[in-house]
């Protein structure tokens, strides 16, 4: 009978440890991403995504690539923020105007950066569809499709 016991404890504790700890540990890791982060929100419109923190979650949604630049549509997770970023393959010396904008017309821009990475301020879009878009060297504007 002690046992039997002792076997049902040890079972008890296993199953514990399989699905309640990982949990407990994930919540954790969320836990500290999120307090790093320094805006909600539409107080993140206009953001820089790096000194914000929001970077630190994000993914690319969609890119543009031409023959000296490739242009991200970027998101953030935690923030739920979109950007641009514009990484360059060639020459660094690169000016560029680098834009973000909603499809309802809400856009921030960051200008005169000069690569081999860039990126525009965020704009507050959970939902809202947005797009990237950048100018090399004050020429023509290249955009992402609206996503």
């Not at 206009?46 to 979650?57: E, H, K, R, V, W």
């Not at 990237?132 to 499709?145: F, L, M, P, R, W």
Request: with cysteine; net charge positive.
């Amino acid at each position: 009978m002690r046992r039997a016991l002792w076997i049902l404890l040890i079972i008890v504790l296993v199953v514990a440890a399989v699905f309640v700890l990982p949990g407990i540990a994930s919540a954790q890791v969320h836990m500290r991403a999120v307090s790093n982060v320094t805006c909600s929100g539409n107080g993140c419109n206009n953001c820089d995504p790096q000194t914000t923190g929001c970077a630190a979650s994000a993914y690319t949604v969609q890119t543009a690539d031409l023959s000296t630049i490739l242009l991200q549509l970027r998101f953030s997770r935690v923030c739920k923020t979109n950007w641009g970023r514009v990484i360059t393959k060639s020459n660094h010396n690169q000016v560029f105007l680098v834009l973000v904008d909603r499809i309802d017309g809400l856009a921030y821009s960051t200008k005169g950066l000069v690569g081999p990475f860039a990126w525009s301020r965020m704009v507050f879009a959970p939902v809202v569809r947005a797009r990237a878009c950048v100018s090399v060297n004050g020429g023509n504007e290249i955009c992402t499709a609206f996503v």
